[in-house]
């Protein structure tokens, strides 16, 4: 829309303005979209999911070359390149034989996190849906470095 002076005034700011006009002022402020955190900054609340983690026993002397992480979340529903595990970049990943997000994770990569041998050690998977959702998931699995020897 183009005023007689020349200069145009977007749809969008019009349609505000009567909007407003029409519904009246508040001085209630609105709702806010995300959950402040303790520090006073914005964040999403991120939602737990379920997950399980392949092998649950990961052996340092194991020549594999994968460590798979299986979700309770619908494959269609995560953005897959957000996926980490511990702050390590997903490899790759695919749908399961329901439907599920499973992710893909180098294992050498695992591997050279600060683990705890001999013990049980949580792993954390972080990512964000599709819809811009935060989510996470953790399991445990032991950690062992014994030759098959």
Known sequence: ?????????????????????ACGSSSTPAAPTQAVAPSGSTAAAAAEI????????????NQGEVVTVHTSLPYS?????????NGVA????????????????????IKSLPL??????????????????????SASVLVIDKSGK
Do not use: C
Not at 50 to 61: E, M
């Open 90 to 109: 997903i490899d790759w990943w695919k749908a399961d034989n329901q439907g599920q997000f499973v992710a893909k994770f180098v294992m050498s990569a």
């Open 116 to 137: 705890k041998i001999g013990d049980y050690n949580t792993l954390r998977v972080e990512g964000t849906k599709t819809d811009a959702t935060a989510f996470w998931g």
């Open 50 to 61: 379920t997950i399980q983690i392949a092998p649950n026993v990961l052996n340092l002397q």
């Open 77 to 85: 529903s995560v953005a897959g390149t957000s996926v980490t595990l």
């Open 1 to 21: 829309m183009t005023f007689s002076r020349g200069f145009a005034v977007p749809a969008v700011l019009l349609l505000g303005i009567v909007m407003s006009a």
